[in-house]
């Protein structure tokens, strides 16, 4: 927890959830794994992917035309935990540049 409050100090978004004591956002997998079932069964459209469908489903609540309520331009850096591991997932162009261009030089 303490990771977590370091990053949110710097402006990442944390998904809700993340701090379900052991399983943080495990529940929410599962979730999406029973609803992916339950659309092929039907036949439906299939769901987006299962990290995109976790982002969409603990974004802020901000929902655009296409319905969908995460904006990587809103939060482009997110982290989100399972089974005790912590995971940051990072969209921002400049420090993606900064970690693989001016760090590993």
């Known amino acids: 927890m303490r990771r977590a409050k370091f990053y949110e100090n710097q402006g990442?978004?944390?998904l809700k959830g993340y701090d379900n004591f052991f399983m943080g956002n495990?529940?929410?997998l599962i979730q999406f794994d029973k609803l992916k079932n339950e659309f092929q069964e039907k036949g439906l459209k299939p769901l987006a992917p299962s990290l995109l469908?976790?982002?969409d489903q603990g974004a802020p609540e901000i929902k655009d035309a296409t319905g969908l309520k995460?904006?990587?331009g809103k939060?482009?850096?997110v982290l989100f935990s399972s089974?005790?591991?912590v995971t940051l997932m990072i969209g921002?162009?400049?420090i993606v540049q900064e970690m693989l261009v001016t760090k590993n030089a």
Do not use: T
């Open 70 to 72: 995460y904006d990587a």
């Open 12 to 14: 990442v978004h944390l």
């Open 75 to 77: 939060a482009p850096n």
């Open 53 to 55: 469908w976790l982002l």
């Open 83 to 85: 089974a005790g591991s």
């Open 26 to 28: 495990i529940k929410q």
């Open 92 to 94: 921002d162009p400049a």
